[in-house]
C-alpha cells in the first residue's frame, strides 16, 4: 500500500519519486525505454530475478534497466515498511541536457558482451548525501525549479561513475542508447577466457545460477565449470606452442587466477605440466 507519494517533473516526465509503503506492497515498472535508480531511504524491498530475489536494505540501492516492461519491486515480509527515492533516466531526457557529447557513463563499454539488466549498490556516502539534498527539496517544493533538477540528474550521473559498480553501471545505462540482446551462447563465448565466475556469467545473462547452468547443459551437453576449463586449458596449450608469454600470463589471460589450480589443470589434462608441453613442442 502507498502511504504518503511525491515527485518532480522535468521536461514533462516525472524524474524524482519519493514513496512511502507498507507492505504487503508490490511497485511496477511498467514504462519501457528507461532505467530507474531506486534508493531506499528505510526499510527493505526485494526485487526478483529468474528466480533469484536481491534483497534491497536500507542505504543502498539498485539500479535496474526497464527497457523490459514489466518488473516489480516488492515487500520482504508482510509487516515491513519501505521508502524509497527514485530517479529516472530517460534516454531523450539526458541527449537533451548533455547537448553536445553524452558521458562515458553512457556509451556502451567496449569488448564486453552482457545482458546485464540489474545492480545492488553498496552503502556509498556520497551517494546518501546526495539523497539527503533531494529529500530537502521534496520538503521543499516551491523551491525546485527546472535548472535545479537538470544539475541533480547530471550530479547522480557523475556520481555512479565513481562507484565501485561503474562497469555494471555503464553496461545497464548504455543499453537505453545501444539497445543489444545477445543470444545465451554470445555471452558465453565473449566471456569464456575472462575471470568471471559461474555465478557472474549466470548475471551477464539474467539467470539464477540453476537456471543458467540448465540452460547451459541444454546448449552444450556439458556442465558450465567442465565446458569452459576445458575451452581455456586448450587455449592456453595453443598459446604455450605459438608464443613466448610467460606461463604465470598465459594462465591468466586464460581465465585462471590460481598458477597452481592452472598447472595441475593442465596435467591433468594433458598428461605433462604446461613448462614441459611448452618444451615438448619445441623440440
Given amino acids: 500500500m502507498v502511504n504518503d507519494y511525491k515527485k518532480h517533473d522535468l521536461f514533462g516526465k516525472t524524474l524524482l519519486q519519493k514513496i512511502a509503503l507498507t507492505a504487503p506492497f508490490q511497485f511496477d515498472f511498467p514504462v519501457t525505454e ?44 508482510p509487516e515491513s515498511k519501505c521508502e524509497i527515492v527514485i530517479v529516472t533516466f530517460y534516454p531523450d531526457i539526458l541527449k537533451k541536457i ?15 558482451i552482457s545482458n546485464k539488466s540489474n545492480e545492488k549498490i553498496n552503502n556509498d556516502f556520497l551517494i546518501r548525501k546526495y539523497i539527503e539534498g533531494l529529500l530537502f527539496y521534496f520538503e521543499n517544493p516551491t523551491l525546485i525549479n527546472e535548472d535545479i533538477l537538470v544539475l541533480k540528474l547530471k550530479e547522480i550521473i557523475l556520481l555512479l561513475s565513481q562507484t565501485q559498480n561503474v562497469e555494471a553501471i555503464q553496461i545497464i545505462l548504455s543499453q537505453l542508447f545501444s539497445p543489444a540482446t545477445y543470444t545465451f551462447k554470445q555471452v ?16 551477464q545473462n539474467n539467470l539464477s545460477v540453476s537456471s543458467f547452468k540448465r540452460e547451459f547443459a541444454k546448449i552444450y551437453n556439458d556442465s558450465p565449470a567442465n565446458y569452459i576449463k576445458n575451452k581455456r586449458l586448450e587455449r592456453a596449450a595453443e598459446l604455450l606452442v605459438v608464443s613466448d608469454q610467460r606461463i604465470t600470463d598465459i594462465a591468466f589471460d586464460c581465465g585462471f587466477n590460481d598458477l597452481a589450480n592452472f598447472t595441475k589443470s593442465f596435467s591433468d589434462k594433458y598428461g ?12
Wanted: glycine content about 4%.
Fill in 34 to 77: 528507461q532505467a530507474c535508480f531506486l534508493y531506499v531511504l528505510q526499510g527493505e524491498f526485494k526485487y526478483q530475478v529468474d528466480t533469484n530475489e536481491i534483497n534491497i536494505p536500507a542505504n543502498y540501492s539498485l539500479l535496474l534497466n526497464c527497457i523490459t516492461s514489466g518488473k516489480q519491486i516488492h515487500s520482504v515480509n
Fill in 98 to 112: 548533455y547537448d553536445r557529447e553524452l558521458p562515458m557513463l553512457l556509451h556502451a563499454p567496449k569488448n564486453i
Fill in 188 to 203: 558465453i563465448e565473449a566471456n569464456l577466457f575472462s575471470q568471471l565466475t559461474i555465478e557472474q556469467l549466470a548475471e
Fill in 272 to 283: 605433462v605440466t604446461p613448462t614441459n608441453y611448452r618444451n615438448g613442442a619445441k623440440k
